[in-house]
């Protein structure tokens, strides 16, 4: 064990250390400002482990439906040799006929459990990687299931993405997600899409770090990803390629760059000897409970428990967050409004105080003519 995994081992307090993955790290970057999430993620944990081990109750799970959808979607392109998915390329006009080279990682060395096979994988992909940057005209065109390493804070984390494709024409890889939402055009939901953007650049800033540490320049690597959906009731692809995604890679960047930026801010942030094993810890940490948490951290109901037990104004919704940001909590902001309690204590809460009590005589003569 390194010196940085008896640590880890120590701040996880006896729990194991479970694969993070790119939906883990992206998820980080849905809320940049919870501290709670990122030290879960830094040692090791998810916040379903930590629903399920910690606090030994049952985590949210996708549907069954849902799940045997993106499995049997995943399945279809990536099974089979990938042939699905060169079709998809070839028909878009990105790989041509001649380019029909393909690996999968995972049949070099299958099994999710075996440390051997994983670390084999990761130094499979890196081969893989090493030959198309130095040129050599056998690297594939399509990598199905890389797994890299992710530094973060000084710790690594190994992701597991879906493919890298590369013409033969260029000089390096982009990473390609897949997900099994339909492609309904102007109408798919934008902050699905940002997400798996955000998800494949997880894979960007992975070969990017793997770029640098072999002396090269990690901007070879381009700030754009491939995203394949599905067709609305059907299992075909609908290839979106090259999308730019400069600004998930910032946020990426932005969100594993905040404090705690180290391994040492998150031992400082626990008291002496405490570990993330215990759930008063887990509670003590400072979260940011945010309405979109549902969406991606299964610890959302025990944040948002917390920030109604605090009569933090996010419990009404963002649009009220920001309204009443300077009262900073629900029983102020009504006092305010009644005239009850201390006075304002500054010029936002007299605004805030006024503006409230005119909506309350709109209200009124709304409701009662
Ligand atoms: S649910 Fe809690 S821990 Fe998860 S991101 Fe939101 S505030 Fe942070």
Known sequence: MTPENVRLANLRGGLAAVEVGARGIESVARNTACTRLRAIVIVGLT????????????????????????????????????????????????????????????DMAPGTKDPVARNRRVSETQRLIDMKHNGDPRAPNLILNPRMPLDIVGVSHPVELAY???????????????????????????????????????????????????????????????????????????LFPAMRAESELASLVRALSTA??????????LPVGATLADP?????????????????????????????????????????????????????????????????DNEAEARLAAGLRDAGLVLDRIANG
């Open 164 to 238: 890298m494709v590369a013409s033969d024409a260029e000089r390096s890889y982009r990473i390609g997600v897949i997900k099994s939402f339909a492609d309904r055009g102007g109408k798919t939901d934008k902050s699905d899409i940002r997400s798996a953007c955000r998800e494949a650049a997880v894979g960007t800033l992975a070969l990017r770090q793997h770029i640098a540490r072999r002396g090269g320049d990690p901007e070879m690597a381009e700030d754009r990803v491939d995203m394949v959906l599905r067709a609305p009731g059907s299992f075909n692809p609908r």
């Open 47 to 106: 916040p379903s482990e930590v629903i399920k081990s910690v606090f030994k109750a049952e985590p949210d799970i996708m549907s069954p439906f849902a799940m045997t959808v993106t499995q049997g979607y995943e399945r279809r392109l990536l099974g089979n040799g990938g042939s699905s998915l060169l079709t998809a390329y070839r028909e878009k006009g990105l790989l041509t006929q001649a380019e029909v080279k393909i690996t999968s990682v995972e």
């Open 260 to 269: 705690p930026a180290d391994l040492e801010e998150v031992e400082r942030l």
């Open 280 to 344: 008063r810890v887990i509670d003590r940490l400072p979260n940011n409970y945010r309405s979109n948490c549902k969406e991606h951290c299964a610890l959302w109901e025990r944040c948002r428990a917390q920030a109604l037990a605090a009569g933090q104004p996010i419990i009404l919704g963002d649009l009220a967050a920001e309204q009443l940001a300077a009262a900073g909590s629900i029983s102020r902001a009504i006092d305010l409004m009644d005239g009850r309690g201390r006075p304002p």
